[in-house]
């Protein structure tokens, strides 16, 4: 079975990815469910492609294995064995079946993935198989295989509902237990000598965009000039949010920047980064054909200048500041998007708070921040007076 992702190309430009199977022929029941994540429910181009590849892996698990895909649901702890010890060689478009037939590695192999990747699989599966049943494409079967009834319980406080109600929702029956670990995020002294290696005044606003306001490459990307308010006060502009701050819009743009989040958030900022933009603006001027244009983050030095600058710029950017800074890694757009949100858990922030200005659909995505810093516990046990006898000395 050589069933692949495949990226389509609408006239309109909007892009999704689809499934193929064996003939390149369109996967009708993933490709319904593919268009409905991208135009019916609004996500992103990178979200299809990342379900595209999970529904693919279990199409050519369930042509090899003999099954029909509406059978493959119904052995899904099979096909969780078999994603956790079969390496990508086996399982990829690359393996072709020997003479003898094809040996599909099991229990006995090595791990060939990790839990969040077989979870990641698993949720595109379960997509699928709720999207064909509401659909009227495959029987209804099929759901509680895939779901089972659970209370809240077992729910951190902050995403349970109100009033204290004991509340249902559907589980999934097929997940893994992600190891637990802490953030990989920059530290302060990262962040420091990436700032010190940068080049240009727009690269040090990039690296502040992500460390000191928690946006992701795209959000950065994708900012425009009408979303930049550094005003103490904004009403002349029609804005009613108080100090200087930026807007998070999700829109189709040419540089492919993409917001992850369709809700529209305001995030404040503080002096460093209104420090930047201002160093990044003389800078710019000095760029005739980037004088004009509504993006922020503009190609100076090379490229075409003047357009906005692509996602991927980023990444390259990041990574020359890490080497020129001597850093013992290299640091990642993403570790300073969570080094910021690490320093608002570890500040006092609450998790909402913390949930809002990242951008998480849901306050539990927020949890894995809510660790306090070894130090601040070390001095919470230092606060503790020793124990003392009843005269008043003490032990």
Not at 57 to 78: I, K, M, N, P, Y
Not at 86 to 105: D, K, Q
Not at 343 to 372: F, K, M, Q, R, W
């Amino acid at each position: 079975m050589r069933v692949r992702a495949f990226l389509v190309r609408l006239p309109s430009g909007a892009r999704y990815w689809t499934v193929l199977d064996d003939d390149l022929a369109v996967v009708g029941e993933a490709d319904a469910f593919l268009r409905h994540l991208r135009f019916g429910r609004d996500c992103s181009e990178l979200t299809t492609r990342s379900y595209a590849g999970a529904i693919a892996l279990f199409l050519r698990w369930c042509g090899r294995t003999g099954r029909d895909w509406h059978s493959g649901v119904e052995h899904l702890a099979l096909f969780v064995t078999w994603l956790l010890h079969t390496p990508a060689v086996t399982s990829g478009m690359e393996s072709v079946p020997g003479p003898g037939g094809e040996l599909l590695a099991g229990p006995g192999a090595g791990p060939a993935r990790g839990a969040r990747r077989v979870n990641l699989v698993l949720t595109a599966v379960r997509g699928l198989v709720a999207h064909a049943v509401a659909s009227g494409t495959a029987p209804a079967g099929l759901v509680p295989l895939v779901y089972e009834v659970a209370d809240q319980r077992d729910l951190p406080a902050g995403a349970r509902g109100e009033g204290g109600r004991m509340a249902w929702r559907l589980r999934a029956r097929h997940r893994l237990r992600e190891p637990h670990k802490p953030v990989d995020r920059a530290s302060d002294e990262e962040i420091v000598a990436l700032l010190r290696a940068c080049c240009s005044a727009r690269d040090r606003l990039v690296v502040l965009l992500m460390a000191r306001a928690g946006l992701r490459r795209g959000e950065a990307c994708g900012l425009r000039r009408s979303d930049v308010h550094l005003l103490p006060d904004s009403a002349a502009l029609g804005c009613e949010v108080p100090g200087a701050h930026l807007h998070v819009v999700r829109r189709e743009n040419p540089n492919r920047a993409w917001a992850k989040s369709r809700r529209q958030r305001a995030v404040p900022l503080d002096f460093l980064v209104v420090q930047a933009f201002d160093a990044y603006e003389f800078e710019r001027l000095g760029v005739p054909q980037a004088a004009a244009g509504d993006f922020v983050l503009v190609n100076l030095f090379r490229g075409s200048a003047g357009a906005p600058m692509p996602p991927d710029a980023v990444n390259g950017l990041v990574a020359a500041a890490s080497r020129r800074a001597g850093l013992a890694r290299r640091v990642t757009p993403h570790q300073l998007r969570h080094a910021m949100a690490s320093n608002l858990a570890d500040s006092g922030a609450t998790l909402d708070e913390v949930a809002e200005l990242i951008g998480h659909a849901s306050v539990s995505s927020s949890e894995v921040y809510v660790h306090p810093d070894p130090r601040r516990l070390r001095a919470a046990v230092e606060r503790v007076g020793s124990p003392r006898e009843p005269d008043g000395r003490g032990s």
